[in-house]
């Protein structure tokens, strides 16, 4: 099995920033794309960005220029940095992957638990 676990999360002013981080363990041969989606109350899931095994990112038109994914492939690992928060980044954030394990012919996404990210006015 694989587990996804982020940390990161918390309480910041508008303005302010915050840096997630997400750690996939288990039985991992490689992992493809990694990314990050929210959900805020009563709303459906979104895109946030996301980052290839070789490193190209792509964002949400929403967060492009405030926030910058990365990856770190030999410690599986992908972050996200928040700058220059707004109270509507408030949401639960996910962490994404898409993983072939060991002795798989195909990969599988995987999601974590999620982390609340809240940003005050």
């Known amino acids: 099995q694989v587990q996804l676990v982020e940390s990161g999360g918390g309480l910041v002013q508008a303005g302010g920033s915050l840096r997630l981080s997400c750690v996939a363990s288990?039985?991992?041969?490689?992992?493809?794309?990694m990314g990050w989606y929210r959900q805020a109350p009563g709303k459906q899931r979104e895109l946030v960005a996301t980052?290839?095994?070789?490193?190209?990112?792509g964002y949400a038109d929403s967060v492009l220029g405030r926030f910058t994914i990365s990856r770190d492939n030999a410690k599986n690992t992908v972050h996200l940095q928040m700058n220059r928060l707004k109270p509507e980044d408030t949401a639960v954030y996910y962490c994404?992957?898409?993983?072939?394990?060991?002795?798989?012919?195909?990969?599988?996404?995987?999601w974590g638990q999620g982390t609340q990210v809240t940003v005050s006015s």
């Open positions: 994404n992957a898409d993983v072939l394990m060991s002795g798989s012919l195909w990969s599988s996404d995987y």
């Open positions: 980052i290839t095994s070789g490193g190209f990112p």
């Open positions: 288990g039985s991992i041969t490689s992992i493809n794309t």
